[in-house]
């Protein structure tokens, strides 16, 4: 089953025990996301993406520069355990992660949730690739993806049992938008996937075909933003 199959199962049994109020409010906040204008100031293909270090989930400070010195470096930003469509692409992106290093390529996902949380899902499914935080989401907010959630929809939120003070350590919902960032090794961004709806997620295999494209002569070796917009 594709991970699109996957995520609209999950929404779809969701939406067919959840209260109509429920829904109404979710669907609301995601058209509001939509039309707010988050997506014209993403980072996108041919902009340099913020350097970053942050800690992994034993702390170890993780740099990217280190993760593409030598090849690609896939970044996917993730809202946190508590989201089941996050647990499910997390489970994807862990099944390809030994064709992305075949590929010479490195992989690393990053949420604003608390290292214990992220340590957790490291073991079930199985991730060979480094989990890291990014505290406030000020590496987010470099990369245009970061939001506020609406007061409506964070009181929903803590109906559910989901509290900010509790997974971030932060008095207020801001989360990333879900995005998929593939970046060369000199910094320019090769390929940018964002979608305001969460229960969206593109396909793991969509990278892997992306990075088969990198590989032609030329592009990683000597990459230029007037390659990349090609």
Known sequence: MSLADQLAKLKHDFEAKAP??????I???????????????????????????????????????DLRRNGPLIVS?????????CNLELSALAKIYPRVKELG??????SPQKSEFSADLVKPYRIGFP???DFHNEIAEQFGIAF??????????REFGNDSKAWNETEVWQLPIPARFLI??????????????YTVRPEPETILERL?????????????KDVLRA
């Open 20 to 25: 109509p109020e429920t829904i109404e409010k």
């Open 27 to 65: 669907h609301r906040a995601t058209a509001e996301l939509a039309r707010s204008g988050i997506l014209e100031r993403t980072l996108k293909k041919g902009d340099l993406a913020p350097e970053f270090v942050l800690p992994d989930v034993n702390g170890v400070p993780v740099s990217s520069a």
């Open 77 to 85: 930003f993730f809202r946190g355990k508590w989201c089941p469509y």
């Open 105 to 110: 390529a490195e992989l690393v996902v990053i």
């Open 131 to 133: 989990i890291l935080r």
């Open 148 to 157: 506020t959630l609406p007061e409506y929809l964070d009181a929903l939120y």
């Open 184 to 197: 060369t090794p000199d910094g320019t961004i090769a390929d940018a996937e964002v979608n305001p709806d």
């Open 212 to 224: 088969k494209a990198l590989k032609a002569p030329g592009v990683i070796q000597n990459p230029t």
